[in-house]
């Protein structure tokens, strides 16, 4: 595999952002204004990167978000479900105070083992890990240029885990906002991260950066 930038965003704001905070995972939330802003000053930052395709998770933040990223970039997006957040199960679009109250047990559980642990119905951040590592594999394998992948906060700590050898014990050490930008050289060699978490919109409107799980 030749040298290729990899180009890994996390979708915009979203619909009840700032709220009660929930585990959202494949809940299907659209974004809001900030979120379609963001996403567009992703689009307009990117847009003299040589990004040769796009590809996104198929759920609806990601979808809106890669859509106005690709009308400056004059690409069409790719939606993959390999590239969805974390399944949670029946925790999913469930508030952190709900799921403490119907789930206590195996909320202690998760915290003892936050990479195996899958909540019921749900599935683990080791099996989340495989099955958007393996697609981004693909990607790179069989990309002869640069690429974007418009994906999720924890799809998107979760690979940076792997490409920069971090343990994934530790991937909420990776701060990603809405509508941020990580850049990655990509070759046999392995990976390097040449920045990490940047947003445009912050930028372009003085934003301050919400980061919200």
């Not at 619909?15 to 809001?32: C, I, K, S, T």
């Not at 004059?74 to 399944?87: G, K, T, Y």
């Not at 899958?118 to 697609?135: H, I, K, Q």
């Not at 990603?176 to 040449?194: F, H, K, P, S, T």
């Amino acid at each position: 595999m030749h040298t290729k930038t990899l180009y890994l965003i996390r979708h915009g704001q979203v619909v009840g952002a700032g709220d009660e905070r929930r585990y959202l995972g494949q809940h299907d939330v659209p974004l809001n204004d900030l979120g379609q802003r963001q996403a567009m000053a992703v689009g307009r930052w990117l847009c003299d990167r040589n990004i040769s395709r796009l590809f996104c998770s198929d759920l609806s933040r990601t979808m809106a978000t890669a859509a106005a990223v690709g009308r400056f970039l004059c690409l069409v997006a790719e939606p993959q479900s390999a590239w969805r957040e974390i399944n949670m199960g029946k925790w999913d679009g469930r508030t952190w105070k709900e799921v403490a109250a119907l789930y206590p047990d195996e909320l202690v559980r998760r915290n003892t083992d936050l990479v195996g642990f899958r909540p019921p119905g749900g599935e683990s951040f080791d099996d989340c890990a495989d099955r958007v590592w393996a697609a981004l594999r693909d990607i790179l394998e069989l990309s002869e240029d640069n690429v974007a992948v418009v994906a999720h906060a924890g799809v998107n700590r979760l690979l940076l885990c792997q490409l920069l050898g971090i343990p994934r014990n530790n991937m909420f050490r990776l701060i990603q906002d809405y509508g941020c930008v990580n850049i990655l050289r990509c070759g046999d060699w392995g990976c390097q991260a040449e920045l990490i978490n940047y947003c445009p919109e912050w930028e372009e409107n003085g934003n301050e950066p919400m980061s919200p799980m």
